[in-house]
Nanobody, 111 residues
Framework: QVQLEESGGGLVQAGGSLRLSCVVSGIQVRSRTMSWYRQVPEQQREMVASVTWSGNMEYADHVKDRFTISRDSDKNTVYLQMNNMKPEETAVYYC?????RGQGTQVTVSS
């Protein structure tokens, strides 16, 4: 059974940084595409970053050069480093490997 558990969310001021972690069980992170999504209530879920099994990374245009997705195969964990954060990026951030999604972690960016 695949399980994903996010952590690292919280309150940060605009321009600040957070690092989210997603501990994965049931699969090896290096064998699957791992993604971070975010969702604001009543808005469509948005893909933020992903990394394929081969290591190819993809980012949403508006987070390029600020966010970095990475994985640690030894810890079987996926990370999302978020720098220079903006208030409009307040959302619940989810880790996902299709079709499984974690419970999410709240990120709030204050202005």
């Amino acid at each position: 059974q695949v399980q994903l558990e996010e952590s690292g969310g919280g309150l940060v001021q605009a321009g600040g940084s957070l690092r989210l972690s997603c501990v994965v069980s049931g699969i090896q992170v290096r064998s699957r595409t791992m993604s971070w999504y975010r969702q604001v209530p009543e808005q469509q879920r948005e893909m933020v970053a992903s990394v394929t099994w081969s290591g190819n990374m993809e980012y949403a245009d508006h987070v390029k050069d600020r966010f970095t997705i990475s994985r640690d195969s030894d810890k079987n964990t996926v990370y999302l480093q978020m720098n220079n954060m903006k208030p409009e990026e307040t959302a619940v951030y989810y880790c996902q490997t299709f079709p499984v999604r974690g419970q999410g972690t709240q990120v709030t960016v204050s202005s």
